[in-house]
């Protein structure tokens, strides 16, 4: 008689960072979406704020409670998601439209 292999545990974020971290990858998949079906504007705008959300939260927590956020140093990872937040806001903002 062969014993059943017991399951792993779900493997859930363990940290407010980490649940964070998995909200700015739905967002940006959500914004990836909204950018395929042709309203790229609101698709760059849902992933340039999905970033904001993760500096913001990478900046607040320590280094223990950032979870899967902390990637290198608080201020590089903080400087990085600001960058690349605003960057796709502004990209949404100042492109202008194009005549089809």
């Given at each position: 008689?062969?014993?059943?292999?017991?399951?792993?545990?779900?493997?859930?974020?363990?940290?407010?960072?980490?649940?964070?971290?998995?909200?700015?990858?739905?967002?940006?998949?959500?914004?990836?979406?909204?950018?395929?079906?042709?309203?790229?504007?609101?698709?760059?705008?849902?992933?340039g704020v999905g970033m904001l959300l993760g500096a913001l939260?990478?900046?607040?927590?320590?280094?223990?409670?950032?979870?899967m956020l902390r990637v290198r140093r608080r201020w590089s990872?903080?400087?990085?998601?600001?960058?690349?937040?605003?960057?796709?806001?502004?990209?949404?903002?100042?492109?202008?439209?194009?005549?089809?």
């Amino acid at each position: 008689m062969t014993t059943p292999v017991p399951e792993p545990p779900r493997r859930l974020p363990q940290t407010l960072g980490g649940t964070i971290y998995v909200l700015v990858v739905v967002m940006a998949l959500v914004g990836l979406g909204i950018v395929v079906a042709g309203a790229w504007r609101t698709g760059l705008v849902w992933m340039g704020v999905g970033m904001l959300l993760g500096a913001l939260t990478r900046a607040v927590l320590s280094e223990r409670a950032a979870g899967m956020l902390r990637v290198r140093r608080r201020w590089s990872d903080v400087l990085m998601l600001t960058v690349a937040g605003i960057g796709l806001i502004v990209l949404a903002v100042i492109v202008p439209d194009q005549p089809l």
